[in-house]
């Protein structure tokens, strides 16, 4: 419904803030991260948001940029992780550590988000690779149909990978993997540098 909510902002907790926009409060849940690097009162900021509706509650949750509304909206399809432990998730780990945790199987790197213990944190990665997994066959078959593929190689692979785990299409993985990576880049180079990039 909402897409993002820009604004004045209000007030400013541990885990919320609330946006004035022409006179209305709205108030979003956010990680500790987001709310602490929102603003003091009275300055401009735009969040991401996502709006949760359950029997008896509607709330919004509000985040920095796309990527990690995207991280967001596929954590929360995993069973047993709700909004509020997507959100510890994404406190602990920025978009990019979380893809890569995913990407590479690291299921150790989750397990720092508050409240999210080694079982869950193996089902998040076991979840969403398979996801990836689905979605992964797309760029193979886009890499043989490029002009000029991407280089093969674990690197590659699991860069794309890591692009569509947040949200980008099998060709825009691709394509922003192709123009960044260059022999020798880690992973993690690789995708930090591809995301400033799309």
């Known amino acids: 419904m909402f ?19 022409a006179g209305i409060g709205f108030r979003l849940s956010t990680s500790p991260r987001v709310a602490a690097g929102a603003g003091p009162k009275g300055s401009k900021v735009k969040l991401y948001t996502y709006m ?9 949750f509000g985040f920095g940029s796309r990527e990690e509304l995207s991280a967001f909206e596929m954590l929360i399809t995993v069973s047993g992780v709700g ?3 997507a959100q510890a998730v994404l406190d602990a780990l920025t978009p990019s550590e979380f893809c890569l945790a995913v990407a590479t ?9 508050k409240g999210v ?18 979605d992964f066959k797309g ?12 280089p093969a190689g674990f690197v590659v692979n699991d860069a794309s990978a890591a692009l569509m785990v947040l949200g980008y299409s099998s060709k825009e993985a691709s394509d922003a993997v192709r123009k960044v990576y260059k022999e020798g880049m ?7 540098k591809a995301l400033a990039n799309v």
């Open 186 to 192: 880690t992973l993690e180079q690789t995708v930090r």
């Open 117 to 134: 213990g080694p079982k869950l944190a193996q089902r998040v990665v076991l979840e969403l690779k398979d996801k990836v997994a689905k």
């Open 52 to 60: 949760n509706v359950k029997e008896d509650e509607i709330s919004l």
């Open 139 to 150: 760029v193979e078959k886009a890499e043989d149909n490029a002009p000029s593929s991407v």
């Open 83 to 85: 909004p509020k432990v």
């Open 3 to 21: 897409d993002y909510i820009s604004g004045t902002i209000e007030q400013t907790g541990i885990d919320h803030v609330v946006i004035d926009v």
């Open 105 to 113: 199987g690291d299921y150790k790197a989750i397990t720092r988000s």
